[in-house]
């Protein structure tokens, strides 16, 4: 279910990105190679040094993206979750409450989501970087981005490929979830009255109260 969500939602976003921007980003990768080979091929020794530094600095960057978004994930995420948490110890809440602290726990939930996606992003420049300097250099890839411990099954299990990234996904959908699971008329064991509205469509108050 969450994969053809997942899926449904990139055809959407995709819908609003210029098929060109793909191919413009390929064109400067490709750039950005060549000038690489120039330099890893120069007798100069100050070129392969400078090299060796832009390697230091791309791989300083994918860490620091990958700390900012846990950074901001440690700050917004216990704030989007004291919603459901006020929801829970409230007593019995309206439900323009609810819809308003659901409305900006979702909102913030999102925002971590978008700040991780970018610098997710980031940390994709730093590595395709990394990887053409690699290459330049004479050191062709051979490991695997992940080792996962073969005497360890729930390790290779949780270590897939992008298991990080689709369980913040996830996270995010689950939190929408609940919400949604709050907001609905029937909630907590709550029984909606019968006969709210009359044959004449007008809004009646129904009694709670059972005739002796």
Request: hydrophobic fraction near 45%; aromatic fraction near 8%; glycine fraction near 4%.
């Amino acid at each position: 279910m969450f994969n053809a969500i997942q899926n449904w939602w990139t055809r959407l976003i995709s819908q609003f990105i210029a098929h060109h921007k793909q191919d413009e980003i390929d064109s400067k990768i490709q750039n950005f190679s060549k000038e690489i080979e120039k330099l890893a091929n120069s007798n100069k020794e100050g070129d392969r040094s400078f090299l060796l530094s832009l390697y230091s600095e791309y791989n300083s960057r994918f860490l620091s993206d990958n700390n900012r978004i846990w950074d901001t994930g440690k700050i917004l995420l216990p704030f989007s979750l004291a919603g459901i948490a006020a929801i829970a110890n409230a007593t019995d809440p309206s439900f323009l409450t609810k819809f308003i602290i659901a409305l900006a726990s979702i909102a913030i939930i999102i925002c971590w989501l978008i700040s991780a996606e970018n610098h997710r992003a980031f940390q994709n420049k730093s590595m395709t970087a990394m990887i053409i300097i690699e290459n330049a250099l004479g050191i062709k890839k051979t490991l695997p981005n992940k080792i996962p411990d073969k005497n360890s099954k729930i390790n290779i299990a949780l270590s897939g490929n992008a298991a990080v990234k689709h369980s913040i996904r996830a996270l995010c959908l689950v939190i929408v979830i609940c919400w949604l699971l709050v907001l609905l008329p029937i909630s907590m064991g709550k029984k909606v009255p019968n006969n709210i509205i009359n044959s004449d469509g007008k809004c009646v108050c129904a009694n709670p109260k059972e005739k002796s």
